[in-house]
């Protein structure tokens, strides 16, 4: 049981990487021209706050884009880590194809977990919340949420067949905790305002 563990580990890692880095990438390449262009609702609250920017919202895209790529190059060069066989992104099933249906899920992916934080962050100011305050499993699983949501309107016969239940199940436990410590990194690089 211990190596279908690591095994999924592993798997959900790599198969997540270009949801996972997206909104890291948006926080350090983001700045400028806030996509509600600083726009209120009825409630007289923002749609979405300065933190969404149309520069971190493209650069978020475009490297969580290019680490599908080089993910699949490196597969296609027979990458493997602890001689676990990694899955590609390609509906064909084969690891290294650079094909349309890998091109759709990895994008699925990287945009899928940029919407879903958009969209969480239209909640909480919903709710009142202002930009940096907590929304305790809100902010750990947004991302994750939209990914998964986006990734399988376009590409279900490709997640389901990647993701067993044990992997979804460990993506589900290791995820709050890689965004909690990334976000505490941010935090003492002066990067996020608040270590959540």
Same mark, same amino acid.
């Given at each position: 049981?211990?190596?279908?563990?690591i095994t999924a580990?592993?798997?959900?890692? =790599?198969?997540? *990487?270009? $949801?996972?880095l997206p909104n890291s990438f948006a926080a350090v390449f983001g700045g400028g021209k806030p996509i509600d262009g600083g726009k209120t609702m009825k409630d007289g609250r923002r749609i979405l706050g300065d933190g969404k920017t149309w520069r971190g919202f493209f650069a978020g895209v475009l490297l969580g884009f290019l680490t599908g790529l080089c993910e699949i190059f490196l597969l296609s060069k027979g990458f493997h880590v602890f001689g676990i066989e990694l899955p590609g992104f390609s509906a064909t099933g084969v690891p290294g194809a650079f094909d349309l249906? $890998?091109?759709?899920?990895?994008?699925? *992916?990287?945009? #899928? $977990?940029?919407?879903?934080?958009?969209?969480?962050?239209?909640?909480? !100011? !919903?709710?009142?919340?202002? !930009?940096g305050q907590a929304l305790p499993l809100a902010d750990q699983y947004d991302f994750i949420v939209g990914a998964f949501l986006l990734t399988a309107l376009t590409s279900f016969g490709w997640l389901t067949?990647?993701?067993? =239940?044990?992997?979804?199940?460990?993506?589900?436990?290791?995820?709050?905790?890689?965004?909690? #410590?990334?976000?505490?990194? #941010?935090? =003492? *690089?002066?990067i996020k305002n608040e270590p959540w």
């Open positions: 049981m211990l190596i279908e563990i580990v592993v798997v959900g890692l =790599w198969v997540m *990487l270009p $949801a996972y249906s $890998a091109f759709i899920a990895i994008l699925s *992916l990287a945009v #899928g $977990a940029l919407l879903g934080d958009m969209f969480f962050s239209f909640l909480k !100011r !919903r709710l009142g919340l202002q !930009r067949g990647t993701l067993d =239940w044990l992997t979804f199940i460990v993506i589900l436990i290791i995820t709050p905790v890689l965004h909690v #410590g990334t976000n505490v990194v #941010g935090y =003492w *690089l002066g």
